[in-house]
């Protein structure tokens, strides 16, 4: 007998087996609403024009393929952090932000999840938002961390739990580690509103919790990259040690180049050295150092300030079809369709994501009876959505509803 006969089959990934049973569909009015990856108003794959620009540049200058150090690209590492922290917040100016290029968003976090496992001194319970991105339970339980929830969203209102959000992180143990989608949250499009993020903040001090940000969407909730630091910079200027996980995959769409950052806030440039060195201890046997091309391309935007003027222009152009969409959707249904319900959501959430309040039957008779796929959970990607196919994408939905 082979050696691997006892494996078992594992189930496939809910996400990729929407784009599967996609890709078996021959229906020419099929529809992927499951991928969160931008498309652009024809349903293509885009690549940002700064990002074309920069790969030019690139060639220009007749890189080696030399390995990169195993904290990453060290002008990236430095740019990403100012992108994210601002070059006002404290740990930035007194460079006190241990910092590693990760492999994009995923790598971050579970370059955190490794560090935390190891190094952090209380209770090794992380809390996530339920709902929250189907891979965090598997990169922190498999990092070594104890997974739990707090409540997020509530079904009913289609909105943000905050009473059950506060209850849940105020009866958490202290030191507890709490994961905070930066913006633009995934699944469900739902973000604390500024007066929010200040409670969440004031809780998170007062039980001394330890607040890990995943920042996966930066500009693409809002369509500025400032506006959509704002939790994170709110937290750092409340005097809170952060953790954060960036990925460049959306707002540069570098999806399979696998460009991001992991960064922890220390006290100062001593602590950053030391922590720093650990972070390199972490990733050298995991994968000993981080891929090249996509570091070198979003360092190219982030220095250049030609570049970088175009690419915010970019995300904010990305940003605001998706709203386009939003609201196109939303008059569909309501007003041309007369479709059952209240669908004021889809305008109001945020980001690639929307959580239309279809139940898992609706989501299976839309695949089977219109060919539009998306996850069970009723979640679509905006950006799947255009001129072309959001007229037959509402009316099939009306049709499920009623
Ligand atoms: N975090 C969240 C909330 C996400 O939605 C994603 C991607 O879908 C990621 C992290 C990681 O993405 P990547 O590893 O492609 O950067």
Request: include cysteine; glycine fraction near 8%.
């Amino acid at each position: 007998a082979s050696t691997w006969s006892n494996v078992p089959a594992g189930p496939p990934d809910p996400i990729l087996g929407v784009t599967e049973a996609f890709k078996a569909d021959k229906d020419p009015r099929k529809i992927n609403l499951g991928v969160g990856a931008y498309r652009d108003g024809d349903g293509k794959p885009y690549v940002l024009n700064s990002v074309k620009k920069a790969e030019d540049l690139l060639r220009a200058s007749n890189p080696d393929k030399e390995y990169l150090p195993i904290t990453g690209l060290p002008e990236l590492t430095k740019s990403a952090t100012q992108l994210a922290y601002g070059v006002d917040s404290v740990p930035f100016k007194t460079k006190s932000i241990a910092t590693t290029q990760s492999i994009s968003g995923t790598g971050a976090l579970r370059i955190g999840g490794a560090f935390f496992a190891r190094f952090y001194p209380h209770s090794k319970a992380i809390y996530l938002p339920v709902p929250s991105w189907g891979n965090h339970t598997p990169i922190f339980r498999d990092s070594g961390l104890e997974v739990r929830g707090y409540r997020y969203f509530d079904k009913k209102t289609v909105g943000l739990d905050f009473e059950g959000l506060k209850e849940d992180l105020k009866n958490a143990p202290e030191q507890s580690i709490v994961l905070l989608h930066a913006c633009a949250h995934n699944p469900t499009g739902v973000d604390p509103t500024p007066a929010q993020w200040k409670e969440i903040s004031d809780i998170v001090k007062e039980r001394k919790l330890f607040p890990f940000f995943d920042m996966a969407y930066q500009g693409f909730a809002s369509g500025s990259t400032d506006r959509d630091a704002l939790a994170v910079r709110l937290f750092v200027s409340e005097g809170h040690q952060i953790a954060l996980a960036q990925s460049f995959a959306k707002n540069m769409g570098l999806y399979g180049e696998r460009a991001g950052a992991f960064s922890l806030t220390a006290a100062d440039p001593d602590e950053k050295a030391r922590v720093e060195s650990q972070l390199k201890i972490v990733i050298r046997p995991m994968y000993s150092n981080p891929p090249l091309h996509g570091a070198r391309i979003a360092n190219a935007i982030l220095s250049n300030p030609g570049l970088y003027g175009e690419w915010e222009a970019e995300v904010k152009g990305m940003a605001e079809r998706i709203i386009s969409m939003r609201e196109r959707l939303y008059n569909e249904l309501t007003h041309t369709h007369k479709t059952p319900g209240e669908w004021g959501h889809i305008k109001s959430q945020i980001g690639m994501f929307s959580f239309t309040g279809l139940t898992s039957p609706q989501t299976k008779a839309l695949a089977e009876r219109a060919h539009i796929y998306m996850t069970a959970d009723g979640r679509i990607s905006m950006a799947g959505l255009n001129g072309k196919n959001i007229d037959y994408f509402a009316e099939s939905v009306s049709g499920a509803v009623k």
